[in-house]
């Protein structure tokens, strides 16, 4: 069976941690070309390196970047890396032209950590393909980067490059290619963003510029969002699925859009 990229830059990635590390403190995180783990509180990348998603360090094998301490998680999009340490700020690697206002430009590469202003106390991060999104611990979520799609969920498609509140009363997000959602307190499932194969979710293939409320779900428990299509589960543990299907990856035993 033919390996692909990412599970085999992956696999190298794990093998070059520390031996003693217990599976619970992993929390590896895959990228569109890169891939991510958590080694006592440093972070450890492999793949593609060009944007400055790994740092500065050029070599191919799996590298520990440098300037980063005391992280507890870590996300990554298709050419950046996201990390959340534990005093609640947000540090950010990569292409940075995804946090320009005006008109997209050449990527502008961001070799050493820069702290993302106006975030604080923040205790989940999702990344999507070039958008972002960041959860305190009083609910609310944050949004920023690309916006061609409406992904950041502020009303409009310009690009956001200084985080906006978005929704509030939240307990978990994600960040699929262009589009964004999470679950609320109440067990509600709210998405927005692109839509063009159903993976809002919403009954119709109609892109949304604000969170738009899911119908039908009050026991949502997580939610995933992949590149074109969503998963949620729900608190008895059965799993829904919206969006692209055409590899079956909605695991209803077809290939169309449901």
């Known amino acids: ?17 520390s031996p003693v590390l217990s599976a619970g403190d992993l929390r590896p995180a895959a990228g569109g070309y890169h891939a991510l783990v958590i080694d006592g ?26 300037g980063l301490g005391g992280v507890t998680q870590v996300a990554a999009g298709r050419f950046s890396t996201i990390v959340l340490k534990s005093d609640g700020t947000v540090w ?18 961001v070799t050493v950590p820069s702290q993302v202003a106006g975030l604080s106390d923040i205790e989940a991060i999702a990344a999507g393909a070039r958008h972002f999104l960041a959860l305190d611990s009083q609910g609310n979520v944050f949004a920023w980067g690309y916006n061609s799609n409406g992904q950041i969920g502020s009303g409009h498609t310009r690009d956001v490059g200084t985080p906006e509140l978005v929704l509030t009363n939240t307990r978990m997000v994600s960040a699929g290619d262009g589009f964004s959602a999470a679950v609320r307190l109440n067990g509600e499932v709210w998405s927005w963003g692109c839509n063009s194969h159903g993976q809002l979710g919403l009954g119709d293939t109609t892109g949304r510029q604000a969170p738009t409320k899911i119908a039908g779900i009050t026991d949502a428990a997580a ?36």
Do not use: W, Y
């Open 1 to 17: 069976m033919k390996t692909s990229r990412k599970t085999s830059g992956l696999a190298a990635l794990l093998a070059g941690i």
């Open 41 to 66: 509180g440093t972070v450890l990348g492999i793949g593609e390196r060009s944007f400055g998603q790994l740092g500065s360090v050029q070599a191919g094998a799996p590298s520990r970047i440098p």
């Open 92 to 109: 950010f690697l990569g292409d940075f032209t995804v946090q320009h206002v005006t008109a997209h430009g050449t990527p502008n590469a």
């Open 223 to 258: 939610c995933a969002a992949g590149g074109r299509h969503l998963l949620v589960m729900r608190s008895g543990g059965t799993v829904l699925a919206c969006g692209a299907n055409d590899f079956g990856q909605l695991g209803n035993g077809g290939t169309g859009i449901s």
